[in-house]
Each structure stands twice: as structure tokens, then as C-alpha cells.
């Protein structure tokens, strides 16, 4: 009995609250002194660390991990509009970075220390704990495969066949000869965040939309009457 080879492809997507929030920080200043520039970037430096380290607890506490071990000091000369070089201006700067499990913690610790001068908060994603990811990938293509099925029984009825078998499943590009092998399967997309103030005055109202997840496969089936 002869077969119909269909090869189908198929996506899906699963949505979670966020469950981490990392956030990451440039903290710098300059100026015409190297020695004050770099002391005061120091001094900044210490204090988030310490503010960090305050809430740090890998088990019970707000922040899961944190860093700040990143720091770049450099000079340069300016020129006018008029082509004039200009006396040297020193610049010095850290990153630190920080993962927080308690997010009104993490407002909180943003509205105390985003408007202190030298700092810039240059990030907040929002992200999944490890297993939490995996359970909605593992979710989401076995979903995409269900569709994939669904796709290929659909074809096979327009074409009078009732018998339907799967002969394979790959990630995208791995049943054809496209040259898209190895792409992922899988991807994490970290959706936006908004940051504001509220309009009392309060804390910083931090309000992540949900982490989505997509899964995509290819699969093949063989159909007959």
C-alpha cells in the first residue's frame, strides 16, 4: 500500500507570571579630577554593595544573587567647536547587577537608590526560576506537537486519507535540506516592564507582563486510505 509523506510544521506558546527580576545598574561619575571621580564612584559603589548585601539570602531573603564586579576608569581630551582641545575629562564606572525573588523589595530598593546621583538603572528583565522553565518548555512543545498532528491529519483528509503515522519530529530545519539545522527549539521570551511612579507619591509601581514561552517543531507522518 502506497503512502502520502507530510511534513508539517507547528508552534506554541505558554504564559507565566514572572518569578525573577534581575536587575542591573551603572554607577559613575566624571569629572576633572581622576582621583575624586574614581573615589566618589568607589563610594557609590560600597554603598549599593551594601544595600545589596543587606538583602541577600539565596534561601529566605529578597535578593537571590547579586554582583558588582565590573569597573572601568578612563581620561580624554575633548575638543571645542572652535577645534580647540580641551583640558582632560576622567570618567569611572561600575556595574552591579542583582536578582530579586520579592518584588515589592526590589521596587522598594529601586525608588531608594535611582535618584542618587552617579547611578542609572539600565535594565530590569524578568525572568523564571529554572524549573519553572523547563515545565513550560516541555508543555509548550509537547502542545506544538499535538498541533503539528492535527495540521497533518488535516491535510491527509483533503486528500481522502484516514491513516495517519508519525515517522519523525525534529527541531526546526532538521527535516529539511534548508541549511536551518540546530536552531532552537525553544526560546524564552522576557516580555516588557513598566516603571513609574504612582501618582501619590509612593513606591515605584513595577508591573511585569508575563514570560512567555515558545516552543516550534517539524514533523513528518505517513498517511494512506
Known amino acids: 500500500m502506497s503512502e502520502t509523506i507530510i511534513t508539517v510544521t507547528a508552534s506554541a506558546d505558554t504564559h507565566h507570571a514572572p518569578e525573577r527580576a534581575v536587575v542591573q545598574l551603572a554607577l559613575g561619575f566624571e569629572g576633572a579630577d581622576r582621583q575624586d571621580v574614581f573615589e566618589k564612584t568607589r563610594r557609590l559603589h560600597a554603598e549599593t554593595s551594601d544595600s545589596l548585601r543587606a538583602l541577600h539570602d539565596p534561601v529566605a531573603d529578597a535578593v537571590t544573587r547579586w554582583s558588582a564586579d565590573q569597573v572601568s576608569v578612563w581620561g580624554q581630551r575633548p575638543w571645542s567647536q572652535d577645534g580647540a582641545q580641551l583640558p582632560p575629562v576622567y570618567h569611572a564606572t561600575t556595574t552591579v547587577r542583582a536578582r530579586f525573588r520579592d518584588f515589592s523589595?526590589?521596587?522598594?530598593?529601586?525608588?531608594?537608590?535611582?535618584?542618587?546621583?552617579?547611578?542609572?538603572?539600565?535594565?530590569?528583565?524578568?525572568?523564571?526560576?529554572?524549573?519553572?522553565?523547563?515545565?513550560?518548555?516541555?508543555?509548550?512543545?509537547?502542545?506544538?506537537?499535538?498541533?503539528?498532528?492535527?495540521?497533518?491529519?488535516?491535510?491527509?483528509?483533503?486528500?481522502?486519507?484516514?491513516?495517519?503515522?508519525?515517522?519523525?519530529?525534529?527541531?526546526?530545519?532538521?527535516?529539511g535540506d534548508d541549511g536551518r539545522a540546530g536552531s532552537t527549539v525553544s526560546v524564552a521570551r522576557f516580555a516588557s516592564h513598566e516603571m513609574a511612579k504612582s501618582s501619590a507619591g509612593g513606591p515605584l509601581d513595577l508591573t511585569p507582563a508575563d514570560v512567555v514561552i515558545s516552543a516550534s517543531i517539524e514533523a513528518r507522518f505517513a498517511a494512506t486510505a
Open 105 to 175: 523589595a526590589l521596587a522598594a530598593w529601586i525608588d531608594s537608590i535611582a535618584f542618587r546621583d552617579g547611578v542609572t538603572v539600565t535594565s530590569v528583565d524578568w525572568a523564571l526560576t529554572s524549573a519553572t522553565h523547563s515545565a513550560l518548555q516541555s508543555d509548550a512543545q509537547k502542545t506544538a506537537i499535538v498541533s503539528a498532528r492535527s495540521k497533518a491529519q488535516s491535510y491527509a483528509g483533503a486528500l481522502g486519507l484516514s491513516t495517519l503515522r508519525a515517522i519523525a519530529v525534529a527541531d526546526p530545519g532538521m527535516l
